[in-house]
Nanobody, 122 residues
């Protein structure tokens, strides 16, 4: 089992930055692809980004490319999402996820966190 706990969400203005963190416990952190998804009100949960065990493979959704940066600290068992130039459309609940394969990392992760709310005002 893997337990994921997100933090760092909040209310910000358009153009601001925010950094989300995800603390991971349980099975070996560096065995998984780690990623972020988000779900806006009334919409489906969508992929945001993932990072491989080594950090050498990173993939972003087009909607966040160039603004968001995913990273991981394997020594601290922590995943991060640095979000810059935030827009009102980025408002959503952000979920941390752990996946055993790249396919699952963009579609159906093995494990989910509880989510953290990010609200961007215009």
């Amino acid at each position: 089992q893997v337990q994921l706990v997100e933090s760092g969400g909040g209310l910000v203005q358009a153009g601001d930055s925010l950094r989300l963190s995800c603390a991971v416990s349980g099975r070996t952190f560096n065995s998984y692809y780690m990623g972020w998804f988000r779900q806006a009100p009334g919409k489906e949960r969508n992929f945001v980004a993932y990072i491989s065990y080594s950090g050498h493979s990173i993939y972003y959704a087009d909607s966040v490319k160039g603004r968001f940066t995913i990273s991981r600290d394997n020594a601290k068992n922590t995943l991060y999402l640095q979000m810059n130039s935030l827009k009102p459309d980025d408002t959503a609940i952000y979920y941390c996820a752990a996946s055993s394969t790249t396919v699952r990392a963009t579609t159906n992760p093995d494990y989910w966190g509880q989510g953290t709310q990010v609200t961007v005002s215009s």
